[in-house]
């Protein structure tokens, strides 16, 4: 395909209509994509001054920076805020909402007025959030544990419970779009194995949002009436039971780590064949996976539980099923290794990030295993090997996964394309800080130090100040994006329909796309994924 | 190794030393697994980097590599499992004659009753090479309580008791943390356990505990309440003989059997009426609110000293199906 | 949205046109159908689990308090427990002949099934809230003065009570033991049936749109999507109160003595 003449004047999904009411009460899935955008970079933002905060303090042994109290509040916040207003949200609320109909070939989503809802739900629980955190905050960790939030804590714990009861209607109605999009409006000829497979994730993530986010969102219900109304459900003192509480908080959020690593794995798999100009190795198995990731991915909930004081013989089987439910994320990292293998590899930004998951997925998961193992729990459960732990796979896996696919679609869906030298440099900015920040927390986890520790024993400081040292770095490589990203939107070069000569039928319309995003309707005719019969990208589009 | 920057804990129990191999164990394979990944990563980047005139080849997949390495995983971690469940279950099955130690946790600090009477708070001594089982529960939030260089943890919750126990095999003072958020002083709530040789610990025994062994004041306190006038030593009086029941199976007069742990003997103490011997009238009053955590640890002790067994009987945490938790705490 | 590019001249644009509810990114009313039920079913799915949580909880407690949660279930009124349970079964029953009626294209019927649904519906949400002012009264909803004397009262044979007569101490503690246990039965009867209620009364809302909508001939044999998935919601609902009613109300109605 030849570079295809770019007008600037042709009609695209970004000025087909000007105005704000025309972006407020829009129902095209790619302006609701970019309104999702919007809103989770801010919460990004806050999220991550937290963090800041905490690393600050942490560089001393002795609380110095700020009482222990605003110390618990923003461990707290800076959990909730990445996980339930980031996390949860980023990879889908953006890039699915974006690409999935166009991926199936279809007009929009099945259901494109609640999409628009579902941001509009998400945009009123950050509200709540935000009106939580003005007016004192919440310190009961992220986790909410009873009967410390239930009865004990002096925070505002029921306006964050009820904002992440709400945000979780968003992610509800987001599942549900997805699902029912992929089963009704595939265009003619994509069958579900012709489906790319960055559909397949999505589609195992939205089973898990829609089954999941539901018990959450009574559990904090339950703690809200608890708080509000006295009644003793989680209070020993009263006849409740607080480890009732971790059972039902944990079937939800043992799933949702799910909700945050399948999409990542979900670009994974987009990226790596299109810069190995090769099909994606074991595609059934791959897709499957995604499906075993979601089913086994609900039972192993009570892995969390371990020193909590449930039975010696459900401890047993929880981790044994914790121990299968590695394989298929195994499985995902091996394929896309052998995906590699006889290809002819290019190394882009989008494929930096895509090396630097599989690395970072590989170490966080294993470190996972650690903790399956019951007798090693024992020792580093609510330790900073956990903390090191989940932001392998969360940071260093899921975030990786998004700047991988925001740089990959950025070019379709701004229609320009950003500085790739730039993109580079801050790829491995990010490998570099990430790396420094989070493996000293593995060492000085297995020493002992606890979590959610304001003060701690000064032998454990010289790993604090490396991972603080760490994050100060990794935050330039989260910033160097942001700068160059929106640079591009003025002054990055047009870009054309298929940069990368993709398959995938996103890549088949103009970049940006039309509001309807094709001109006729697609027949596939074509499995996903055939690289032989793609030409190469140009030089140009690879050594800028 | 180094003062200010330590590389290993320090392994100063019998758990720790068989943990510590099979962190080992999990490292060698993770890290032998890491560098596989990365090296095949590498040389695959550099091999078939693009190059002028050469076509990638398209290649499907392949069932035999795919079982090959969903097997062969599975049975790496089958090991991990093994290795971990047998650990577990050792450290969830506190040895018969494990001496033992009284453990209340509250906001922001360690409660501890030794059974032969000393009290501590935030410090625990213990001799080196002793069996010591911790029988623990907390006054108001859940706490847990963590000594890494034994390698042990275990959540202490309200209104129920759980268990820990460990055998030190190095003298030395060591970190004690609470391991579970439970408010403002959480990082504050820390101490330590001070493992002395067996002669020193003697000695600091004698000095601490004037006042008798834990099951002396469960005694004294056992007749200044009166529990003497019902539960009489030898011969039956309006109460059941408490002698030889710790431990054992109690028939209730509903037709149910259950065993004297400590938990029926708080329940018993707190709620009578909710178990009642079979033959006895339910006329035994209730001390709720007259007794506080210690000296209800103190007559549990006095009774479990009346049974022949060896006070080491642990009691049932977390026990599987819906085991009513005993009555609440104060 | 002025641009419509892409439909142009082709059988697919006659179709929209001819058809005002068929949404421009469907290709065919039958996709657009087959779209919105799925989507009802998949959600239907989520309300299972967000009730399933309390449920989980429920069965805990009851196991662990059977004696409190067979007095206090006892308490319930069973006549109008039934009495509702009749009411909403009817109301699932005019809400299915609707759909039939639209189904034939007979608005008449339809309007007039979808009007006893509201009735029937409003009669059961009239009647939840008579029992809860009784309930009120008899003071057993949590926080609200709540007092469960009157169980003890009922059930002092059956909570050993009457064996403990000689001593107030004992006796006393008991009756605390007593008002906790049932208190958590009340307040997860109060979720259950409130989060029910909730559940209702924006059902009803919903029928009034669609009652408005079959007024004003809106639905045809072809096309009667939203009556369609209004109606799977409204049976859930049911079906929820199905489960409800024995779980709550039946614990133990003829106690073992």
Known sequence: MATAVISTERKNYINAEYGIRSWLLTTDHKRIALLYLLSITFFFFIGGFFALLIRLELLTPAGDLMTADMYNKAFTMHGQIMVFFFLIPSIPAVLGNFLIPMMIGAKDLAFPRINLLSWYIYVAAGALYIYCLATGGVDTGWTFYTPYSSLFSNTRVVEAGLSIFIVGFSSILTGLNFVVTVHRMRAPGMTWSRLPLFVWSHYATSIIMLLGTPVIAITLVLVVLERTLNLGIFDPSRGGDPVLFQHLFWFYSHPAVYIMILPSMAVMSEIIPCFSRKRIFGYTFVAMSSIAIAAIGFLVWAHHMFVAGISLYSALVFSFLSFLVAVPSAVKVFNWTATMYKGSVSFSTPMLYAMGFIGLFTIGGLTGLFLATLGVDVHVHDTYFVIAHFHYVMVGGAVMGYLGGMHFWWPKISGRMYPEGWGRLAALIVFIGFNLTFFPQFLVGYLGMPRRYWQYPPEYQVYNVLSTAGASILAVGYLLPMVYLLWSLRYGKPAPDNPWQATGLEWRTASPPPTFNFDETPEVTWEAYEYDTMPLPDEVTLER | ?330 | MSDRAGIGETPLAVEHEDRPELRHHFADVEQQRNAATLGMWWFLGTEIMFFGGMFCAYLVYRRWYFPEFAAASRSLSLPIGTFNTTVLICSSLTVAMSVRAAQLGNRKLQVRMLLLTLLFGLAFLGIKTKEWGDKYKEHHIPTFAFNAHDLIEDNQHLFGLDKLQGDPVKLREREAEIQQHSKIFFSLYFALTGMHAIHMIVGVGIFVVVTWMAYKGRFTPEYHTPLEIAGLYWHFVDIVWIYLFPLLYLIDRKPIS
């Not at chain 2, 529960?137 to 759980?162: E, L, M």
């Not at chain 2, 539960?231 to 030889?244: A, D, F, M, N, Y």
Request: contains cysteine; hydrophobic residues 45%.
């Open chain 2, 1 to 330: 190794m180094f003062d200010n920057l330590p590389l290993w804990p320090t392994a100063a129990s019998s758990h720790a030393r068989y943990e510590d191999w099979l962190f080992l164990f999990l490292t060698v394979v993770s890290a032998a697994m890491t560098v596989l990944i990365f090296v095949v990563i590498a040389i695959f980047a550099m091999k078939f980097r693009r190059r002028h005139g050469r076509e990638a080849t398209q290649i499907e997949g392949s069932l035999l590599l795919e079982i090959g390495w969903s097997v062969a995983p599975l049975g790496v971690m089958m090991l991990m499992f093994v290795g971990g469940a047998v650990l577990y279950f050792v450290m969830r099955t506190p040895p018969r004659d494990s001496a033992q130690v009284y453990v209340v946790a509250k906001q922001w600090m360690w409660k501890l009753q030794h059974m032969e009477g000393p009290r501590e708070i935030n410090q625990l001594h213990v001799p080196v090479d002793r069996d010591v089982e911790l029988i623990m529960t907390s006054q108001d939030v859940i706490h847990s309580f963590y000594v890494p260089a034994f390698r042990v943890k275990q959540d202490v919750i309200p209104g129920r008791y759980t268990t820990l126990w460990f055998r030190a095999t190095r003298p030395g003072t060591y970190h004690l943390f609470c391991a579970q958020f439970c408010g403002t002083m959480h990082s504050g709530m820390i101490g330590e356990v001070v493992v002395m040789e067996p002669r020193d610990y003697q000695a600091w025994m004698l000095n601490a505990a004037p006042s008798g062994t834990l099951a002396q004041s469960g005694m004294t306190l056992f007749q200044q309440l009166g529990c003497n006038t019902c539960h009489v030593s030898e011969t039956q009086g309006r109460g059941p003989v408490l002698k030889g029941v710790f431990g054992n199976p109690v028939q209730l007069d509903d037709g149910r059997t259950v065993i004297a742990d400590e938990n029926y003997i708080r329940e018993s103490i707190l709620v009578p009426a909710a178990k009642v011997v079979s033959g006895f009238k339910p006329i035994m009053p209730s001390w709720q609110g007259q007794v506080n955590e210690e000296q209800l640890n103190e007559l549990i002790a006095y009774i479990k000293s009346l049974s022949p067994a060896p006070a080491g009987e642990a009691v049932t945490s977390g026990a599987p199906g819906g085991t009513a938790p005993p009555p609440p705490a104060q």
